[in-house]
Protein backbone atom coordinates (compact mmCIF):
# COMPACT_ATOMS: atom_id res chain seq x y z
CA UNK A 1 0.00 0.00 0.00
CA UNK A 2 1.48 3.03 -0.95
CA UNK A 3 1.48 5.93 1.34
CA UNK A 4 -0.81 8.56 1.94
CA UNK A 5 -0.82 12.18 0.18
CA UNK A 6 -0.02 15.31 1.88
CA UNK A 7 -2.05 17.96 0.83
CA UNK A 8 0.09 20.86 -0.44
CA UNK A 9 -0.06 24.73 -0.54
CA UNK A 10 -2.15 24.49 -4.17
CA UNK A 11 -4.34 20.87 -2.61
CA UNK A 12 -6.20 21.79 0.29
CA UNK A 13 -8.54 19.29 1.90
CA UNK A 14 -11.62 20.81 1.16
CA UNK A 15 -10.58 21.02 -2.74
CA UNK A 16 -10.02 17.68 -2.50
CA UNK A 17 -13.12 16.76 -0.99
CA UNK A 18 -14.91 18.89 -3.42
CA UNK A 19 -13.45 17.59 -6.52
CA UNK A 20 -14.46 14.23 -5.48
CA UNK A 21 -18.09 15.10 -5.18
CA UNK A 22 -17.79 16.89 -8.27
CA UNK A 23 -16.43 13.88 -10.21
CA UNK A 24 -19.35 12.23 -8.93
CA UNK A 25 -22.21 14.75 -9.84
CA UNK A 26 -20.93 15.17 -13.20
CA UNK A 27 -21.25 11.74 -13.74
CA UNK A 28 -24.74 12.01 -12.33
CA UNK A 29 -26.40 11.42 -15.64
CA UNK A 30 -30.30 11.17 -14.58
CA UNK A 31 -29.22 14.64 -13.09
CA UNK A 32 -28.16 15.76 -16.69
CA UNK A 33 -31.03 13.78 -18.30
CA UNK A 34 -33.72 15.73 -15.97
CA UNK A 35 -32.42 18.71 -16.99
CA UNK A 36 -32.68 18.46 -20.22
CA UNK A 37 -35.71 17.71 -20.04
CA UNK A 38 -36.86 19.55 -17.19
CA UNK A 39 -38.71 17.56 -15.23
CA UNK A 40 -38.11 14.43 -12.76
CA UNK A 41 -38.70 12.46 -10.63
CA UNK A 42 -35.20 12.73 -9.21
CA UNK A 43 -33.58 11.54 -5.83
CA UNK A 44 -30.83 12.10 -4.16
CA UNK A 45 -30.92 8.30 -2.34
CA UNK A 46 -28.67 7.10 0.71
CA UNK A 47 -27.59 4.21 1.16
CA UNK A 48 -30.03 3.01 3.33
CA UNK A 49 -32.79 3.63 0.96
CA UNK A 50 -33.71 7.37 2.82
CA UNK A 51 -34.84 9.43 -0.49
CA UNK A 52 -34.62 13.14 -1.05
CA UNK A 53 -36.88 14.80 -3.84
CA UNK A 54 -35.29 17.06 -5.91
CA UNK A 55 -37.24 20.10 -7.14
CA UNK A 56 -36.38 19.42 -10.67
CA UNK A 57 -39.62 21.12 -12.11
CA UNK A 58 -39.27 24.29 -10.24
CA UNK A 59 -35.40 24.95 -10.45
CA UNK A 60 -36.31 24.72 -14.10
CA UNK A 61 -39.25 27.17 -14.07
CA UNK A 62 -39.25 31.47 -13.51
CA UNK A 63 -38.63 31.91 -10.18
CA UNK A 64 -41.34 31.87 -7.60
CA UNK A 65 -42.91 33.52 -4.96
CA UNK A 66 -39.91 32.35 -2.07
CA UNK A 67 -36.89 32.75 -4.73
CA UNK A 68 -38.20 36.59 -4.78
CA UNK A 69 -37.24 37.09 -1.57
CA UNK A 70 -33.65 35.93 -2.45
CA UNK A 71 -33.19 38.11 -5.53
CA UNK A 72 -34.75 40.72 -3.37
CA UNK A 73 -31.98 40.68 -0.40
CA UNK A 74 -29.33 40.10 -3.66
CA UNK A 75 -26.77 43.07 -3.21
CA UNK A 76 -24.22 44.05 -5.44
CA UNK A 77 -22.43 41.46 -8.22
CA UNK A 78 -23.78 38.34 -7.34
CA UNK A 79 -22.48 34.37 -7.50
CA UNK A 80 -24.82 31.41 -7.45
CA UNK A 81 -23.25 28.59 -6.12
CA UNK A 82 -24.77 25.06 -7.79
CA UNK A 83 -27.01 27.29 -9.54
CA UNK A 84 -28.58 24.40 -12.03
CA UNK A 85 -30.08 25.67 -14.76
CA UNK A 86 -30.22 29.14 -13.99
CA UNK A 87 -33.17 30.53 -13.01
CA UNK A 88 -32.11 33.03 -10.81
CA UNK A 89 -28.73 34.02 -12.40
CA UNK A 90 -31.31 34.54 -15.74
CA UNK A 91 -33.16 36.46 -13.52
CA UNK A 92 -30.85 39.31 -12.25
CA UNK A 93 -29.46 39.24 -15.47
CA UNK A 94 -32.94 40.69 -16.98
CA UNK A 95 -33.00 43.08 -14.20
CA UNK A 96 -29.80 44.19 -15.52
CA UNK A 97 -27.75 42.82 -12.57
CA UNK A 98 -24.49 41.01 -12.55
CA UNK A 99 -24.60 37.64 -11.84
CA UNK A 100 -22.61 34.57 -12.63
CA UNK A 101 -23.62 30.64 -11.57
CA UNK A 102 -21.47 28.08 -11.07
CA UNK A 103 -21.86 24.11 -11.45
CA UNK A 104 -20.41 21.32 -11.85
CA UNK A 105 -22.38 19.74 -14.48
CA UNK A 106 -22.18 21.05 -18.22
CA UNK A 107 -25.94 20.70 -18.23
CA UNK A 108 -26.79 22.60 -16.07
CA UNK A 109 -24.18 25.33 -17.24
CA UNK A 110 -25.79 25.05 -21.30
CA UNK A 111 -28.88 25.56 -19.64
CA UNK A 112 -28.50 28.83 -17.62
CA UNK A 113 -26.73 30.41 -20.96
CA UNK A 114 -29.67 29.43 -22.82
CA UNK A 115 -31.69 31.35 -20.26
CA UNK A 116 -29.65 34.48 -20.97
CA UNK A 117 -27.61 34.14 -17.55
CA UNK A 118 -23.22 33.63 -17.64
CA UNK A 119 -21.82 30.75 -15.80
CA UNK A 120 -19.09 28.59 -15.65
CA UNK A 121 -18.46 24.71 -15.16
CA UNK A 122 -16.74 24.88 -12.27
CA UNK A 123 -16.54 23.75 -8.72
CA UNK A 124 -16.84 26.64 -6.14
CA UNK A 125 -13.53 25.23 -4.66
CA UNK A 126 -11.70 25.83 -8.08
CA UNK A 127 -10.27 29.28 -8.97
CA UNK A 128 -13.30 31.63 -9.57
CA UNK A 129 -12.96 35.50 -11.29
CA UNK A 130 -13.41 37.88 -8.46
CA UNK A 131 -12.71 36.44 -5.58
CA UNK A 132 -13.21 38.67 -2.39
CA UNK A 133 -15.14 40.82 -4.35
CA UNK A 134 -18.60 39.01 -4.51
CA UNK A 135 -21.36 41.29 -3.20
CA UNK A 136 -23.72 38.08 -2.14
CA UNK A 137 -23.34 34.37 -2.84
CA UNK A 138 -26.24 31.75 -2.97
CA UNK A 139 -26.57 28.93 -1.50
CA UNK A 140 -30.07 28.16 -2.47
CA UNK A 141 -32.27 24.71 -3.04
CA UNK A 142 -29.79 22.30 -0.55
CA UNK A 143 -26.73 23.59 -2.10
CA UNK A 144 -25.39 24.10 1.52
CA UNK A 145 -24.76 20.73 1.30
CA UNK A 146 -22.19 20.91 -1.62
CA UNK A 147 -18.89 18.38 -0.43
CA UNK A 148 -20.63 17.04 2.22
CA UNK A 149 -19.06 19.92 4.81
CA UNK A 150 -20.94 22.98 5.53
CA UNK A 151 -17.79 24.40 7.48
CA UNK A 152 -15.45 24.25 4.80
CA UNK A 153 -18.15 25.41 2.31
CA UNK A 154 -19.33 28.77 4.36
CA UNK A 155 -15.42 29.24 4.60
CA UNK A 156 -14.53 28.83 0.81
CA UNK A 157 -17.66 31.54 0.41
CA UNK A 158 -15.98 33.98 3.31
CA UNK A 159 -12.83 34.40 0.85
CA UNK A 160 -15.45 34.65 -2.12
CA UNK A 161 -17.65 37.68 -0.85
CA UNK A 162 -16.55 41.18 -0.21
CA UNK A 163 -15.94 42.71 3.05
CA UNK A 164 -19.34 43.55 4.65
CA UNK A 165 -20.59 41.40 1.77
CA UNK A 166 -23.79 38.68 2.64
CA UNK A 167 -24.65 35.00 2.02
CA UNK A 168 -27.59 33.92 1.58
CA UNK A 169 -28.31 30.52 2.70
CA UNK A 170 -31.35 27.61 1.93
CA UNK A 171 -31.63 25.33 4.88
CA UNK A 172 -33.73 22.51 6.01
CA UNK A 173 -36.84 22.93 7.12
CA UNK A 174 -36.24 20.67 9.77
CA UNK A 175 -33.20 21.43 12.79
CA UNK A 176 -31.08 18.16 10.90
CA UNK A 177 -27.36 18.27 11.14
CA UNK A 178 -25.85 15.49 8.71
CA UNK A 179 -23.31 14.49 6.41
CA UNK A 180 -24.17 11.58 4.65
CA UNK A 181 -22.81 9.75 0.88
CA UNK A 182 -25.67 10.03 -1.59
CA UNK A 183 -26.27 8.81 -5.13
CA UNK A 184 -28.54 11.29 -7.84
CA UNK A 185 -31.13 8.17 -8.86
CA UNK A 186 -34.25 8.70 -11.21
CA UNK A 187 -36.33 5.75 -9.44
CA UNK A 188 -36.38 4.05 -12.73
CA UNK A 189 -33.32 1.70 -12.23
CA UNK A 190 -30.52 4.97 -13.34
CA UNK A 191 -28.39 6.26 -10.69
CA UNK A 192 -24.96 7.93 -10.67
CA UNK A 193 -21.71 7.76 -8.45
CA UNK A 194 -21.87 7.80 -4.60
CA UNK A 195 -20.85 11.32 -3.10
CA UNK A 196 -20.48 12.95 -0.09
CA UNK A 197 -23.51 15.67 0.73
CA UNK A 198 -25.01 17.50 3.74
CA UNK A 199 -28.25 18.78 5.27
CA UNK A 200 -28.11 21.23 8.04
CA UNK A 201 -30.99 23.02 9.52
CA UNK A 202 -31.15 26.92 10.72
CA UNK A 203 -29.34 26.34 14.13
CA UNK A 204 -26.79 24.01 12.75
CA UNK A 205 -26.20 26.73 9.50
CA UNK A 206 -25.57 29.51 12.25
CA UNK A 207 -23.00 27.79 14.26
CA UNK A 208 -20.85 26.82 11.40
CA UNK A 209 -21.10 30.21 10.14
CA UNK A 210 -20.13 31.72 13.20
CA UNK A 211 -17.23 29.73 12.97
CA UNK A 212 -15.96 30.56 9.37
CA UNK A 213 -16.54 34.57 10.09
CA UNK A 214 -20.27 35.11 9.15
CA UNK A 215 -22.98 37.05 11.36
CA UNK A 216 -26.13 36.36 11.03
CA UNK A 217 -28.05 38.85 9.60
CA UNK A 218 -31.47 37.83 9.00
CA UNK A 219 -33.83 34.91 8.53
CA UNK A 220 -37.25 33.76 6.90
CA UNK A 221 -39.48 31.91 5.65
CA UNK A 222 -41.14 31.44 2.35
CA UNK A 223 -44.12 29.05 1.91
CA UNK A 224 -42.02 26.07 3.33
CA UNK A 225 -38.74 26.94 2.62
CA UNK A 226 -36.19 28.47 4.90
CA UNK A 227 -33.63 30.87 4.39
CA UNK A 228 -30.85 32.76 6.47
CA UNK A 229 -29.03 35.89 5.27
CA UNK A 230 -25.82 35.89 6.84
CA UNK A 231 -22.57 39.21 6.04
CA UNK A 232 -19.20 38.28 6.16
CA UNK A 233 -17.39 40.27 9.51
Do not use: K
Not at 69 to 91: E, H, I, K
Not at 139 to 153: E, H, Q, S, T
Not at 158 to 181: K, N
Request: charged fraction near 25%; aromatic fraction near 6%.
Amino acid sequence: MSAPRTAGPAERPDRRLAGDAARAWRGADPYAAALRTGRGPLFLRRGDGWLLPLEVERWCAAPDSADATVLARCQGPVLDVGCGPGRLVAALAALGRPALGVDVSQEAVDRTLREGGAALCRSVFDPLPGEGRWGAVLLVDGNIGIGGDPAALLARAARLAAPGGTAIVETAVTEVDERVEVRVVDGRGARGAAFPWARVGTRALLGYAAAAGWAAADRWRAGERRFVQLRRR
